[in-house]
C-alpha cells in the first residue's frame, strides 16, 4: 500500500506492479459513505502545521491560480524538493510545529479556493486500490481529536457529506489521473529500454544502474538531473485546458510530455543518447511518483526488476 501524508492515500491501481511498495504504509480505519463522524471543522488550523503535503501539477497550477502567479513562479516561491512539495516554513504555532506557507494566522487558509486534494480530505485519506476507492482515517482514533478535541461538540457529518462539501472529485480525479500518467512514462522508459537496440548492447545494466540512482537521488537532486527545461514540462507545463476540467488538464499534460519525449527520440544519434533518454523518462516518473506521495527508491526497484524480466538474455 502507497499513501500521501495528510490524508491522501493512494494505491496504484495496478497493484501487481508495486505491491512491494510499503515504506509508509501505515494503520487505517476503513469508512463507509454512510459512517457519521466530528467532521465538522472547528477552524483551529491545528494540522496546517508540521505537514507533508505533496503537489501534483494541476494541484501547483491551482495554488497559483489562487495566488494570481504563474506556476513556475509559485512553485519557486511555495514549494520545495524540486516543486513537488507545499513549503512548510511559516511561524511556528501549534505543537510549536511550523505552518504551512499558505497558512495565515489570523485568517487561515489564503488559498482556501485552491486548496490540495490532501487539504480537502483531513482528516480523512483516501485509499485506491486497483479501481476500488475507499476512505479511511489514520490510526484507530479520529485524528481531530489530538489537536482539536472540541470538534467533538460539533455536529457529526456522513463520509459522503463531507467529500461532497469540501468539493473533493476535481481533486480526485487529478491524483488518479496522474496516477496513470507516472504509469504510462515508466512504460516509455521501459520501451526505449526493452524495444530498442539499448537491450541487447553493453549499455542495457547502465541504463538500469541509472535508474537505480535516480531513484535514491533527494527530490531536489533528481530536479536538477533532469534540469529546469524538464521540470517545467513535468511540474508547471504551459496548457490551455481549464483547470476546472481536471481530466482534460491532465490528458493534455500527457500528450504535451509525450509529443516532447518523442521529439528528444527522433533527434537520437547514438546508443549513450538513448540510454539518456531512456533515464531522463524514468526520472520524469518517478519525480511525478513523488509528487504524488509514492517513495520513489521503491517504485524504481519494482521497474528495474520488471525490465529485468523482459530483457533478452546476452
Ligand atoms: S484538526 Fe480537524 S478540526 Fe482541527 S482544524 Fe484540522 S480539520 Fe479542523
Ligand atoms: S494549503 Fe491551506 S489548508 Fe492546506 S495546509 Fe496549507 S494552509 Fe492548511
Known amino acids: 500500500m502507497i499513501r500521501a501524508k495528510q490524508g491522501t492515500v493512494v494505491q496504484d491501481k495496478h497493484e501487481d506492479e508495486c505491491s512491494n511498495i510499503s515504506e509508509r504504509e501505515s494503520v487505517y480505519t476503513v469508512l463507509s459513505p454512510e459512517d457519521r463522524l466530528p467532521l465538522t471543522c472547528t477552524r483551529a488550523g491545528t494540522c496546517c502545521h508540521g505537514k507533508e503535503i505533496w503537489l501534483n501539477p494541476w494541484e501547483i497550477a491551482c495554488l497559483a491560480q489562487a495566488h494570481d502567479l504563474p506556476s513556475h513562479e509559485f512553485r519557486g516561491k511555495y514549494t520545495v524538493d524540486g516543486g513537488v512539495r507545499l513549503r512548510m516554513d511559516s511561524a511556528p504555532g501549534w505543537k510549536n510545529l511550523l505552518a504551512c506557507s499558505q497558512y495565515d494566522a489570523g485568517s487561515g487558509c489564503v ?36 489537536g482539536c478535541p472540541e470538534v467533538e461538540e460539533l ?124 533515464s531522463l523518462v524514468m526520472a520524469l516518473s518517478l519525480h511525478l511518483g513523488t509528487a504524488l506521495g509514492l517513495p520513489s527508491a521503491q517504485m524504481v526497484e519494482h521497474w528495474i526488476e520488471t525490465a529485468k524480466s523482459h530483457l533478452p538474455p546476452q
Open 155 to 278: 455536529p457529526l457529518l456522513s463520509v459522503e457529506e463531507y467529500l461532497k462539501g469540501q468539493q473533493t472529485l476535481p481533486g480526485e480525479t487529478a491524483q488518479d489521473g496522474y496516477i496513470e500518467l507516472m504509469q504510462i512514462l515508466a512504460d516509455d522508459a521501459l520501451h526505449l529500454l526493452l524495444d530498442t537496440e539499448l537491450a541487447e548492447s553493453d549499455l542495457r545494466d547502465e541504463a538500469l544502474q541509472h535508474w537505480r540512482e535516480v531513484g535514491d537521488l533527494s527530490h531536489e537532486a533528481r530536479a536538477d538531473l533532469m534540469g529546469e527545461a524538464w521540470l517545467d514540462a513535468l511540474t508547471t507545463p504551459a496548457l490551455n485546458a481549464s483547470l476546472t476540467n481536471t481530466a482534460a488538464f491532465v490528458q493534455e499534460h500527457e500528450e504535451y510530455l509525450e509529443a516532447r519525449i518523442e521529439k528528444d527520440g527522433s533527434t537520437i544519434s547514438t546508443l549513450s543518447d538513448l540510454e539518456s533518454l531512456c
Open 111 to 146: 488559498v482556501h479556493a485552491g486548496r490540495p486534494l490532501a487539504c480537502r480530505l483531513f482528516p480523512l485519506g483516501r485509499v485506491r486500490q486497483r479501481d476500488e476507492i475507499s476512505y479511511v482515517h489514520e490510526g484507530e482514533v479520529f485524528p481531530c481529536m489530538e
